[in-house]
């Protein structure tokens, strides 16, 4: 069963999960846009994407880009959880598992760290 939340009470999770990224870090994202859509047309049951070009492999020609985006599908969290606090958990760990792509690390070893 799927939990019913407000577009602002997400928003409000993801502006949160944000805040979780020690300052330092977030000090070096640079181009990078957050999204909120409700699922990913061509993965239903994907639960965040980053599309861009992670920090470890820009060179001195990276410039004049469109932002990174970082999206996060929302009906897919919900989908997956049962409770509010299951979606608090689901959706710090979506948002910090795609910033991390931007700076370069990838899947196994975000499984590694627990972030998978």
Not at 25 to 53: F, K, M, Q, S, W
Not at 78 to 100: M, Q, R, Y
């Amino acid at each position: 069963m799927s939990v019913s939340m407000s577009a602002d009470r997400f928003e409000e999770l993801v502006g949160d999960a944000l805040d979780l990224i020690p300052p330092e870090l977030t000090r070096a994202i640079d181009n990078v846009v957050v999204l909120i859509e409700p699922r990913n047309p061509e993965d239903p049951h994907l639960l965040g994407l980053y599309h861009g070009i992670a920090l470890t492999e820009r060179d001195s020609h990276y410039g004049g880009t469109l932002p990174d985006t970082v999206t996060i599908y929302r009906d897919a969290i919900l989908d997956i959880c049962d409770a509010e606090s299951e979606v608090v958990n689901e959706v710090a760990i979506t948002v910090i598992h795609e910033i991390a792509h931007y700076f370069g690390i990838d899947e196994d070893r975000l499984h590694q760290l627990g972030w998978g």
